[in-house]
């Protein structure tokens, strides 16, 4: 039984790097959303919001920044994610550069669901294949 | 009659460069806000939105990008605001670097006000000095 | 004779909305930036730094905010582009929600081109189609 | 042997909320490093940067996310910090709500030292106080 693992490319724009010349470190966490909220789809993502309240929030984030991207690289974002318990989704996440031997930067992202008032909510069914 | 000016400072920080050095220009509408959030302060448009559902919005921004800001820089954010028509507050700002014989970044922005359906309300008082 | 339209597509993310559950305002800068350099390829704008020590600044940005985009929207931004002379680039760019009568918002941004020391540079030539 | 604790403010602004109406959860990485620049100081790590050519870079950040900060909070971000080895600086900080009695957000954030080539460096004085 093998985890799946899901893929989705980043573009490095201008407004991710900062004046060192590679991608400024926060930003890496909005890679790892968007690659997230590219695997479960904004469609369901809204669907959620607006029909039960619910949201995703990230109460945990472990990263490890290896490698800094630049400007003009098409990242990797792969992601592979599993139920850790009805409360709770740990996501491993990492972003590679064009051609790279090793990840640039390393993640493991919980996610926990809460309603609009920010009360906790078991993970709702959001389609994903764990595996 | 002469206008009120408004002081507020902004610190430039790595998260505001980009890879060419200096202030990425999308940044300056942020510290263009945050100067008016200052102006007006937090608690009152904390007040505004929760007792009232009542929010300022950016109608129209013509900005001129003359000089870039670098970090480290403390940049001098020089603001006039008028009352355009009930409907419409303009304000005059400007972005400074320490020493700088003319202003780096110039701007107008129009606000409007906006309930949470993002109707049209009449400006409400929130004790801008007009002049 | 006809001005090329260029149409790109960005996906509003999370981390582009605000409390008032739209897209914060200073995001479109960053959304008409994709647009160009996506119009440009990265690839070209690569190179163009690396071995010329050129890059593209934001002189000039007339912004008008007519509605606010949404968590979830796919924002087509429609580009056209005409080199006023031989030292600005002006883009007339829109950005689109999934299925409007009318932009949501609509901006001009001139541009020029400097060196890594912000002296002015003539347009290179990035393969723009003027028309 | 005490270590020193450091206090720095952050207001939070619309640009840092999102459409929960809470603070986007990488603005906290920028919170944090709001706090070490104000730390060490600007003009320090300009000099730095300038003179030696030399920069900190975030190699780890392990964050716990535990309450949502909202617009107009002024935040507490309390640092302390301890030299690991020579070439890495530990950093616990904390992101505290006006008034709140437990941390909205825990981090241990590991820094390193870089030059322009992104080489690893000794970390160098920069006037930190170890206790």
Redesign the interface.
């Known amino acids: 039984m093998t985890q799946r693992t899901y893929r989705f490319q980043v ?5 991710d ?6 991608v ?4 890496y ?2 890679y790892f ?2 690659a997230r ?1 590219g695997v479960i789809s ?2 369901a ?2 669907a959620l ?1 607006k029909k039960k309240g619910l ?1 995703f ?9 290896l490698d ?1 991207a ?3 690289d ?1 990242l990797d974002i792969i992601s592979t994610v599993r139920k850790d318990s009805d409360y709770r989704l740990v996501w491993q996440q990492e972003a590679w550069r064009p051609g790279a031997a090793k990840a640039a930067v390393q993640a493991e992202i919980h996610l926990v669901c809460v309603d ?1 008032a ?1 009360n906790l909510k078991p993970i709702p069914d959001v389609g994903l294949d764990f595996g």
Do not use: C
């Open positions: 573009q490095v724009y201008y407004e790097t900062d004046h060192s010349g590679v400024y470190h926060a930003n966490l909005k959303e968007r909220e904004p469609d993502l809204v919001w949201g929030a990230v109460y945990k984030a472990n990263v490890s920044f800094g630049e400007f003009g098409t609009r920010k």
